[in-house]
């Protein structure tokens, strides 16, 4: 049976993913990628010590060779230096597409090739299948739409595609618990992380401060007539359709429209303001198809907690071009585009501009 390569971080998923793969047979190796340096603690993040304790643990009960490889240096890299920069620039990152693109899938793809495993898996919620209109394994949605990842793992390669397996794609998080259950794993009601893992409480700006050892200063909250309304805490603090938080005194509901790192203005203005049709995207990823020469009919999801709506798809001077046919609200620079043929992941992109 195929070598396979299991990235395990300890949470119920990834555990019933391994213990799939177990039944089915599968030569296995278990890893947990070691993502924070020890000076970084994050408890209530994903990757504690007590996930690498319980992921150990589950190894050990199903009596599969297990290791801990640290990347952390490759973590801060590709995913936490980027993830500050973005904000810097007025973008709105997202640091979940980017470990699995740098991390999992290309760290993670790289280390199971040197040590012989033919592929990797992980307990995301996706399928790769055969697709006969496309003649080539293609990455599709998980066959229960609340816990389909498929958004986050968009930049996946096609050689990634042929050499990955997602054991938990047509199942359910609560037949996932069973499974563990069952098994006699103590993971099984272990609840799930939420939040980025590096982090946990959610305050972006205090992280970048620390992270930076800079003070973002205060600037103008303009309104998009020109109108001075006020002066803002430092322009990391505002993401694109904020409404809460702006510490303005208005005489109606407002929001965050664009922000200008260079003249570090916030843009503030009415909910149809936040509303616009078209975007560009570049780091383009096309997994199912090989190129789009003319026009295409697709649907678009602008970010992860989202259905994904018609457009029209073009690509120009290497930048995909997304035309919907109904105005999307809060399109953010940074967040990613990707682009599905039904269940079928086209590929997509990072949005540059709207």
């Known amino acids: 049976m195929n070598k396979t390569l299991v990235a395990v971080s300890g949470g119920v998923d990834s555990c019933a993913a391994l213990l799939i793969l177990k039944n089915a047979g599968y030569d296995l190796h278990a890893v947990t990628m070691k993502l924070h340096s020890e000076k970084d603690t994050f408890e209530n993040g994903c990757l504690t010590n007590k996930d690498i304790n319980d992921a150990r643990s589950v190894c050990e009960h199903l009596n599969i060779s297990y290791e801990v490889v640290d990347f952390s240096e490759d973590f801060e890299k590709y995913v936490i230096a980027p993830f500050v920069r973005a904000y810097e620039i007025g973008a709105t990152p997202n640091p979940c597409i980017e470990c699995n693109f740098h991390m999992k899938f290309d760290k993670l793809f790289e280390f199971g090739r040197s040590m012989g495993y033919e592929n990797i898996a992980t307990g995301h919620y996706a399928r790769i299948e055969f697709d006969e209109k496309y003649g080539r394994k293609v990455l599709k949605k998980a066959a229960f739409a609340s816990k389909d990842q498929s958004y986050v793992l968009f930049r996946l390669s096609r050689e990634q595609i042929d050499h990955t397996l997602f054991p938990l794609g047509s199942i359910s998080k609560d037949e996932a618990r069973e499974l563990a259950k069952n098994a006699g794993l103590n993971i099984s009601t272990k609840k799930e992380s939420q939040d980025i893992c590096f982090i946990p409480d959610g305050d972006y700006a205090s992280f970048i401060e620390k992270y930076t050892k800079k003070t973002y200063p205060c600037g103008d909250f303009i309104r998009k007539d020109g109108k001075l309304l006020g002066k803002h805490k430092g322009i990391i603090r505002y993401t694109i359709g904020q409404r809460k938080g702006l510490g303005l005194a208005l005489d109606r509901s407002m929001y965050v429209c664009r922000k200008d790192p260079v003249k570090n203005e916030v ?65 953010c620079t940074g967040q990613s585009v990707v682009l599905y043929d039904g269940d079928t992941v086209i590929g997509g992109g990072i949005i540059c501009r709207t």
């Open 267 to 331: 843009i503030i203005g009415d909910n149809e303001d936040l509303f616009s049709k078209e975007l560009w995207a570049d780091h383009v990823n096309l997994s199912a198809i090989d190129s789009i020469d003319t026009p295409l009919r697709l649907f678009a999801k602008i970010r992860y907690k989202q259905d994904e709506k018609s457009a029209t798809v073009t690509m120009e001077n290497g930048l995909l071009h997304v035309v919907f046919d109904e105005p999307q609200r809060a399109i």
